[in-house]
């Protein structure tokens, strides 16, 4: 066991045990960090790397990976420890909400001619800040805005979709990252949470658990949302009421989640304070809005169509968000607009049917912010009614910037640009035209106008640049700050947040809480930004700090005289290296498209090696190529051991992430397919047995949904199996039944991948000895576990909640089977040592 740290970072290896020898080294690492807010970690346990069992070095090529023996499924979730402390006297209530993938400039506020005309409010009655950043990527932001520390020294620097085996990568806030919520419970606070978690492990999002990072059991007494990335706000296909699912088989027409994450965060604040009116809450609502699918309420929807701006195109719009942002103060007035993003080309250069599509999908983008701003008017309007705003402290934040992942073209299909590597099928998509931003499409925005909700930075959602780190907030504290609706201009991370609210709180971050001791905050209190003196023109406290997102890496320092800022935008498969390096004085620069890397080698070369000192501090090696890199690296062999046939019963549903396992063509989502890593075959079976009798009619089972999915069914006498890939069907032709018992298996084969987790198979359909066989195209009912994806999971009898087949639900709702399944059973392909 060592650290060997030579001048070349590339060559840098860290192997880790739990050895005492290794203590000081990796106390020293942590001592040596130059991030802001970060000291010296009070108990070894809380130093990073400590106890791993693997190698790290700065690229993964060259590390190996290793996993702590985990939670067994089954284990019971052990509840918060009770309250310690009753809250100070005078604590406020605190809400925070968190918008998803909301870019730059998409609110009024900062720029938009979108209305949301009740989060202007709050920024009329509070402060906007301009130079407020976070982790580029949904999961880590959110594990930083709860525990004041950086994502990778969380646990999660990367989506919490993939575990691929190292301290910073591993999907889940660790149990030694306290979170805002437990801090806040154990100090008097009741604590409630609706709308989106995303961090829990894919593998951990099932009915048997384990549950230790589950919201009730990281610190919130109530919690109402979904566990994954993405949902379609029409149909979700999983919704919990703390650690049980809710059970749905139909939503009525213009639901939308938003307004239910809404909803639910005033009844739980209403009981909370019915029971107690004394006791301060502590409200996350973090609503999926407005991440893709872009489907928002129908009159939003219906509203921004009638004024038709949109079909001015891209440029025009971006062009009129920069000068609003530059009369309003809200940029500097030297701000430079960068040109379009590499790829985007201008709106005139549209043909006139790619303009009309992309019109409409820019339409449903904007009532989605429209149904995100009209779902927090119902909180703020009810916490203003009930006369408890004036002590409430409001905090409002995107967790990154606007998307790429609709590619070019945009998509009907938003799983469809993910897989298929941004190609999407435009003439498809035309066809769906008039049918975007309803429950019968899952919608993304082209590249072009993510160019325009990150205005006026540059880059996307996933990178270090401008446009993926920085994003709005809104900070509301009634009676404390004096000069509302103004803007500080001081840079803040995202992991400035909690310590600014404990700081406001009068509470004490934990050095130990469940008897484990806690990393120390990493972030840095703003609350002299608020109430302090003079805090419009204070000098600027978090003064440096690190970024890094899938291989892009940046870090900011301020010395007083220039806000420096070097970032890479690497490409994916080569190596990392000091010459990826930009350099930009964000003083003079704001955007970052004057790049004095040549000219300023020196200072390159500082901010290079204060990067590898922050990325050894937190936890932030080894470096991945790439986003696909790690959603498809190596997973924990001992998840191998669900790989089991299951058999269901009439009107049960099997979770996606439990059924996954056992029909994943192509691609295991719990481990490589290098040689010696677990992982199946591919290949599988489902066997049924039914009875029939002359006029019986219904599901027999349906896995997935309207985008992706399989459905078997009985209609008129026949058994048809249809799948549904990026929502064309394909149909095996019908086999006729004869009343009586129905011995029914289909066993499919898989074919080559041609993508990820992308590709054809051959289904053979066979009913009392008579088969029916044909390939299946661009087979991806097994999506990859990684994205997490909104697909509804395994049902039998029914067709739950999103419909494989429209056509079915048009004419018979969840068209439950009118005879009798005696069961089902699963039986993935048998596995590969």
């Not at 950086?150 to 620097?157: I, T």
Request: charged share 10%; aromatic share 10%; proline share 8%.
């Amino acid at each position: 066991m060592f650290i060997k740290k030579p001048a070349r970072e590339r060559t840098t290896t860290l192997v880790v045990t739990s050895s005492p020898r290794l203590l000081p080294l990796l106390l020293g690492i942590v001592a040596l960090s130059t991030q802001s807010g970060v000291t010296a970690a009070a108990d070894p346990s809380t130093a990073a790397y400590y106890g791993f069992g693997g190698t790290v070095a700065p690229a993964a090529g060259a590390s190996t990976p290793w996993w702590p023996t985990p939670t067994p499924q089954g284990t019971p979730a052990v509840p918060n420890p009770p309250a310690a402390n009753n809250a100070p006297a005078g604590a406020p209530n605190i809400v925070v909400v968190l918008a998803d993938d909301l870019g730059y400039s998409d609110l009024g506020s900062f720029g938009s001619e979108i209305s949301t005309p009740n989060l202007d409010k709050l920024a009329n009655n509070g402060l906007r800040f301009r130079n407020y950043t976070t982790h580029s990527l949904c999961s880590p932001t959110r594990a930083a805005l709860l525990t004041g520390i950086n994502g990778h020294s969380a646990g999660v620097g990367f989506i919490a979709d993939s575990n691929p085996g190292y301290p910073g990568y591993a999907g889940e806030i660790q149990q030694n990252a306290v979170t805002l919520a437990e801090t806040l419970h154990l100090n008097g606070y009741t604590t409630i949470a609706t709308g989106k978690w995303h961090l829990t492990q894919v593998a951990d999002r099932v009915k048997d658990g384990p549950y230790n990072s589950w919201p009730l059991q990281r610190g919130f007494d109530k919690f109402y949302g979904i566990l994954n990335a993405e949902t379609h706000p029409q149909h979700p296909d999983a919704i919990y009421d703390g650690n049980s699912r809710v059970q749905v088989n139909q939503y009525p027409n213009g639901f939308n989640t938003s307004d239910l994450w809404a909803s639910k965060a005033i009844s739980y604040v209403k009981a909370a304070k019915t029971a107690n009116p004394n006791k301060p809450f502590f409200l996350y609502f973090a609503d999926n809005a407005v991440h893709a699918p872009l489907n928002p309420d129908p009159d939003l929807l219906a509203a921004v169509h009638a004024k038709g701006q949109y079909s001015a195109g891209w440029d025009a719009i971006r062009q009129a968000r920069y000068q609003k942002q530059l009369s309003s103060g809200l940029i500097p007035a030297n701000t430079t607009l960068p040109p379009l993003n590499p790829g985007v080309s201008s709106w005139s250069a549209l043909p006139s049917d790619k303009q009309q599509l992309f019109t409409r999908y820019q339409e449903a983008y904007a009532a989605w912010v429209a149904t995100l701003d009209r779902s927090f008017g119902q909180l703020y309007n009810y916490l203003e009614s009930s006369g408890q705003l004036n002590n409430t402290i409001i905090v409002f934040a995107s967790d990154n910037g606007g998307s790429q992942e609709g590619g070019l073209n945009g998509t009907t299909i938003a799983l469809e640009t993910l897989f298929l590597a941004g190609n999407t099928n435009v003439a498809f998509d035309e066809t769906r035209e008039a049918q975007i931003g309803g429950p019968q499409t899952s919608p993304h925005y082209p590249l072009g106008w993510a160019t325009v909700s990150n205005t006026p930075f540059r880059g996307y959602k996933q990178q270090t640049v401008g446009g993926g780190r920085r994003v709005p907030l809104i900070v509301s504290w009634p009676g404390h700050i004096a000069d509302n609706g103004n803007i500080r201009t001081q840079f803040t991370h995202v992991t400035d947040i909690a310590p600014t609210l404990l700081d406001i709180a009068g509470i004490q971050h934990p050095t130990v809480y469940n008897g484990i001791p806690t990393k120390p905050i990493e972030g840095t209190s703003f609350r002299y930004l608020l109430d302090g003196s003079n805090p419009a023109t204070a000098a600027e406290q978090h003064t440096q700090q690190y970024f890094e997102l899938a291989g892009n890496r940046g870090y900011y320092l301020n010395d007083g005289t220039h806000a420096w800022y070097a970032v890479t935008e690497h490409t994916a498969g080569t190596a990392f290296s000091a010459s990826e390096w930009q350099l930009y004085d964000l003083n003079q620069d704001f955007t970052e498209t004057q790049n004095l890397a040549s000219a300023n080698p020196s200072q390159v070369t500082a901010l290079d090696s204060a990067f590898t000192t922050a990325a050894w501090a937190h936890q932030v090696y080894p470096l991945f190529q790439g986003s696909t890199a790690i959603s498809t690296s190596q997973q924990p062999a001992y998840l191998a051991n669900r790989i089991q046939p299951i058999t269901v019963s009439q009107g049960a549903w099997v979770d996606q992430s439990t059924i996954l396992p056992l029909i994943s063509p192509y691609w295991n989502p719990y481990g490589s397919t290098a040689a010696g890593a677990i992982h199946t075959a591919g290949n599988y079976s489902i066997n049924a047995t039914v009875n029939y009798n002359a006029g019986n009619q219904g599901i027999i089972f349906a896995e997935g949904g309207d985008d992706l999915g399989l459905v078997l069914y009985i209609q008129n006498g026949n058994l048809i199996l249809q799948n549904v890939a990026f929502g064309v069907p394909t149909s095996l032709n019908p086999i006729p039944l004869t009343p009586g018992t129905q011995n029914i298996s289909l066993n499919f084969t898989a074919g080559a991948p041609t993508g990820l987790g992308v590709g054809n198979g051959l289904a053979t359909l066979t009913v009392n000895g008579s088969s029916v066989s044909g390939q299946l195209p661009s087979w991806l009912v097994s999506l990859p576990s990684d994205f997490g994806g909104p697909l509804d999971g395994f049902d039998v009898g029914l067709d739950r909640r999103a419909p494989v087949s429209w056509t079915l639900y048009n004419k018979y709702g969840t068209f439950p089977y009118t005879g009798t399944i005696s069961q089902v059973t699963v039986t993935p392909g048998v596995s590969q040592p």
